[in-house]
């Protein structure tokens, strides 16, 4: 049987003492009165080395990019420097309350010179680091969208989005209140025909992943920011795929007006397990205006918070951004340089297309034409599914890529290696996929060898258990 | 095949509806829920509730995705299938008897004969298999 | 720097794609959107030695202030195994847990954390985390508008000025209709008419201003209304206070950064919410519950995914994706180890510096605020021929300035004026002669 935390205590066992107060005690009871509770609450009660236990074998049973090959397709799975994490835990910028803001300069001088970097490698005129997340960054950027349409008088309520999208763009978009309509992909990109009939003077804004979702670089763009700035509309850049990119183009060059980074994907910080991210978002002048408060600015050799912006969409987070993570992309884009962030993308693109040839006689790879930082592959042809495959993969040990997505491609298996993966890695993958779907029996009832068989997921969500007193109810 | 009995009448939707005297009792049909999956939740709406003909009506979840049941004609809510909340896989196991969502008082029965026979749904699901 | 390729790697590489160089892979890009490196204003890259050096200077130009300020983050200790177990890498550098299999660890600890902020909170369930603590009370507004349907909520004005700023930008992008409940002797007027049916009263306990709410008001017209009741708490703070649910909460929020988390110049945060059974199936972002395997054996895997933008898309409850993953199991560690005594002696050590610093500044004629009991904050009125002589002082001899309230927006006219007011803040990490030593400051400036 599984135990949870707390079934590793006994009551009135401790883990940690606070110091003992030294000033005079309070009755909270006298205070409080009505509102006050004596409820105990049913939390564990362990020592120490019961948390450290329990936690550590959590840790010895959780894949990671640190002990595993996790190619997982739009999220960029590359390594993450240690350095960073140095970064992270200096106590100088660690321990700085926001609001103490004459403690503040070097942290906001470091905001600002990411802000800078992130200019440079996008070819957009202004970032701001507040939205906490891609999504949060999505939306922020819709926000800005619709305030721009709004000051200038123009009711626009569509956003046109490729059926290869990313589910949270037109979740973001809805958010927004906004229409969604979809353009159908040719060949694997933005039919600019469809796209053309699609577009209005009701047309806020395109909202275009590139590459996109299948590893492909829209070469229609020009074509593509003509046709939806001509009706007056604007071009959002979902940031995903950056990592193709830096040192080779920008979404500014292609004439997007706004966007977001992944500094958790494109700037080496680390998921932690889904987060916490961050989703700098980046404008072209004429959204510039409209940026969240407080916005980021130099002034005479110093840094400030600039409130004064009667323009701003407002606040979109409690503060200036997840700082802990900026400045560990902020190490990043230090040490890489131009010539290293140049490195990256090409190795990344580099390794996509080995291992997509590696591929090629192991499974269909519907999009031939050149892929960029990832592929789409698919098993519709063998006698796998693309989630027997994923499942399989783990018992060797490799995380499984993205499976089911983009949704235009059936049994699709999105692989993304990243540029940290040596060529050996890759071979060794590859020859493991052609193990797996020779093996057909013992890959189907895949995983074997891992801490649990495949779960029922249809008793999770029929009859949710969501916390230990439901378990305990249930029982 | 899925099953798609004749004396029933269908939506372009998926939803199956019977007459039964000033109202009528509709579910989702076979096929729909064979496309669905293993349905893990039904949100119903309240008794006595209105809707426009083609509003949404109720959802179905399963794991893997999400579908709308929705109005068939103007009307009222009438009773609902409470027997869902706690058993939603009778719509996979009955789609046709114990899984029905609702009944629902139509203000106009005379839209109903514009609904689909077994022989034009048949077809409708032809179509998009 | 970090890719493995040596020149033999590329060459074996580029033979097997049959091209020459690498910038083949890039043919189908348009040439006039290909950078040109060559004036790419870029700086060159640093040595890790470099690289830190320079941090150091950046970290330099942070003050290292004894914190006694507070509004929504707060300086508490932070046990030194929260770290040591959420820094490990296999949790850090893991994703989202799709893959159940080889997710267990994080997927558990998930569960466990939902576990304590439903204990904690008072709820049934709660979700996986959100962005922060502002973040949190925005999306509880969209589910709770999403629940009944009515674009209007009704916002008191003790909520945290800067959680009132984010729920007004997004209930302008969303078409929200904001009424305003305003702030009078310190505590929020519930009872104020409102025009028209709104989906949600939604109220902070303790309010910003360190009070204790009327929660029967709150409870009240919340239920008159039959609205939903949406409460942004204080995690430690809730340990001593009575339940929101008691008070008809159906949705409860806060900043979970009190938990083991450091301050970090303003985040990563912690975004907690929790809520009824009842309304589970409209709760936002990612879930973790528990089954079994095709052994029987137990097992967690997220779930009611359903509501989820990568199945909803555009229906989706919500466009929210990432949680705060790390965070909220540096949380779970930290709860583990105070345990539940451990918790309520947080809030009682916290309260009884704050209150004894309140005595202190009294005593030397300071003048607080005391319409209300207040917990672990509470306001004091500075006058203005002292404020700026105040500030510096205490800046140069180490202590972090109190909050000016009259620079927040005030969304409210009605609402009373805070000109002159400023915040203070004790949790239990300041000691008896840090606390003496600011007041000591206050003394010289009151002489």
Request: proline share 4%.
């Amino acid at each position: 049987m599984r135990k949870l935390i707390w079934d590793r205590g006994q009551k009135d066992r401790r883990g940690y003492r606070i110091a003992k107060s030294q000033t005079p005690a309070v009755s909270i009871e006298k205070l409080l009165g009505d509102d006050y509770s004596k409820d105990s609450l049913d939390l564990p009660e362990v020592s120490e080395l019961d948390v450290v236990r329990h936690f550590t074998f959590l840790a010895h049973h959780n894949f990671s990019v640190d002990s595993n090959f996790y190619p997982l397709g739009s999220c960029t799975m590359k390594y993450n420097p240690k350095i960073n994490d140095v970064a992270s835990n200096m106590a100088g910028f660690r321990d700085v309350h926001p609001l103490a803001i004459e403690a503040l300069q070097g942290s906001l001088e470091v905001m600002y010179q990411t802000q800078e970097y992130l200019c440079k490698i996008s070819g957009m005129d202004a970032v701001t680091l507040q939205p906490l997340a891609g999504a949060h960054g999505e939306l922020t950027g819709l926000m800005l969208i619709q305030a721009y349409h709004r000051d200038h008088g123009e009711n626009r309520d569509e956003v046109i989005i490729p059926d290869s999208a990313h589910g949270t763009n037109p979740a973001s978009a809805a958010m927004c209140g906004y229409k969604v309509v979809e353009v159908k992909s040719k060949d694997g990109m933005v039919d600019v025909k469809e796209l053309r009939k699609k577009v209005s003077n009701k047309t806020a804004a395109l909202m275009l992943t590139n590459p996109n979702t299948l590893g492909l670089f829209e070469k229609d763009i020009c074509e593509i920011e003509k046709i939806v700035h001509d009706a007056g509309g604007l071009i959002y850049y979902d940031g995903a795929n950056l990592n193709a990119l830096m040192g080779i183009a920008t979404p500014g060059d292609m004439g997007f007006d706004v966007m977001h980074f992944n500094l958790h994907k494109t700037f080496s910080t680390p998921h932690g397990g889904g987060g916490p991210g961050s989703g700098p978002v980046g404008v072209k002048k004429i959204l510039e205006p409209y940026l969240p408060k407080p916005v980021i600015v130099k002034k005479e050799h110093k840094v400030l918070l600039d409130y004064d912006r009667d323009r701003s969409i407002g606040k979109v987070a409690s503060f200036y951004g997840n700082f802990g993570v900026v400045l560990r992309a902020f190490v990043y884009m230090t040490v890489l340089g131009k010539k290293g962030l140049e490195d990256a993308s090409q190795m990344a693109v580099l390794n996509a297309n080995y291992l997509k040839v590696l591929l090629e006689d192991v499974l269909d790879i519907p999009y031939s034409q050149g892929a960029m930082h990832e592929f789409v592959a698919s098993s519709h042809h063998q006698e796998l599914t693309a989630l027997e495959i994923a499942k399989a993969l783990l018992d060797y040990g490799y995380h499984a890529p993205t499976v089911y997505f983009p949704l235009i491609v059936s049994e699709a298996l999105m692989i993304e290696p990243t540029e940290t993966e040596s060529p050996e890695t890759l071979e060794e993958f590859a020859k493991t996929l052609k193990e797996i779907l020779k093996n057909l029996e013992t890959s189907k009832n895949a995983p074997h060898m891992m801490f649990i068989k495949r779960t029922d997921e249809v008793k999770a969500a029929r009859h949710p258990i969501l916390t230990r007193a439901q378990m305990l109810e249930n029982k | 095949m899925s099953k798609i009995p004749s004396e029933l009448r269908y939506t372009r939707t998926h939803e199956w509806v019977k007459v039964d005297g000033d109202k009528v009792i509709v579910g989702i049909t076979d096929y729909a829920q064979s496309e669905l999956g293993d349905v893990v939740f039904v949100e119903l709406p309240s008794e006595g509730d209105d809707f426009e003909a083609g509003s949404e009506i109720a959802t179905i979840e399963s794991v893997k995705g999400v579908s709308e049941i929705y109005a068939p004609a103007d009307g009222v809510v009438v009773e609902v299938n409470e027997e869902l909340e706690n058993v939603p896989e009778l719509i996979n196991e009955d789609p046709y008897k114990d899984g029905w969502v609702y009944t629902f008082k139509v203000e106009d029965m005379s839209v109903l004969e514009d609904l689909l026979t077994a022989d034009e749904y048949e077809a409708v699901i032809k179509k998009e298999e | 720097m970090y890719t493995p390729h040596t020149a033999q790697d590329l060459k074996k590489m580029l033979d097997l794609l049959k091209i020459e160089s690498i910038e083949e892979l890039y043919k189908e890009i348009p040439k006039e959107v290909r950078l040109d490196t060559r004036t790419w204003d870029f700086p060159e890259g640093k040595s890790e030695s470099e690289a830190l050096r320079i941090l150091k200077d950046f970290e330099a130009k942070n003050l290292n202030l004894t914190t006694f300020i507070g509004l929504g983050v707060y300086d508490h200790e932070i046990p030194s195994a929260v770290w040591a177990l959420a820094g490990k890498a296999e949790f850090v550098t893991s994703y989202t847990p799709y893959q159940a299999e080889a997710s267990q660890g994080m997927l558990q600890a998930i569960f466990e954390y939902q576990s304590m902020i439903a204990e904690i909170t008072g709820m049934d369930v709660a979700n996986a985390s959100v962005y922060d603590g502002a973040t949190a009370l925005a999306e509880a507004m969209i589910m709770a508008v999403g629940d009944k349907r009515k674009y209007k909520i009704a916002v008191s004005m003790g909520v945290n000025p800067l959680y009132r700023e984010v729920l007004a930008t997004y209930a302008k992008a969303i078409g929200i209709e904001i009424v305003w409940l305003p702030l009078k002797n310190g505590q929020t007027d519930f009872l104020m008419e409102i025009e028209g049916e709104v989906s949600a009263y939604i109220m902070q306990q303790p309010n910003f201003l360190g009070f204790v709410e009327d929660t029967n008001a709150f409870r009240i017209k919340k239920e008159q209304a039959n609205s939903l009741g949406v409460v942004s708490i204080n995690p430690i703070l809730n340990t001593v206070l009575r339940k929101p649910v008691l008070y008809g909460a159906d949705i409860v929020c806060g900043e979970g950064q009190s938990l083991g988390i450091p301050i970090n110049s303003g985040g990563p945060l912690l975004g907690f919410m929790a809520t009824t059974r009842k309304l589970m199936r409209k709760l936002p972002g990612r879930i973790v519950g528990m089954t079994t395997d095709q052994d029987g054996k137990t097992a967690f895997v997220l779930t009611l995914q359903a509501r989820e933008q990568h199945i909803r898309r555009e229906k989706a409850s919500s466009n929210i994706c990432t949680n705060q993953a790390l965070n909220a199991l540096a949380a779970t560690v930290y709860i583990s180890l105070l345990g539940p005594k451990g918790l309520k002696e947080v809030a009682q050590s916290s309260i009884n510096n704050t209150h004894y610093l309140a005595q202190e500044l009294e005593a030397i004629g300071v003048e607080i605020c005391r319409l209300n009991p207040f917990l672990m904050e509470f306001p004091v009125k500075i006058p203005q021929d002292k404020i700026g002589f105040l500030r510096e002082t205490l800046l140069s001899r180490g202590f972090t300035p109190p909050i000016n309230l009259g620079e927040f927006k005030s969304e409210c006219k009605e609402s009373q004026d805070l000109t002159d007011m400023y915040l203070l803040c004790a949790t239990e990490k300041r000691t008896k002669a840090e606390i003496d030593a600011f007041v000591a400051v206050w003394r010289e400036i009151y002489a």
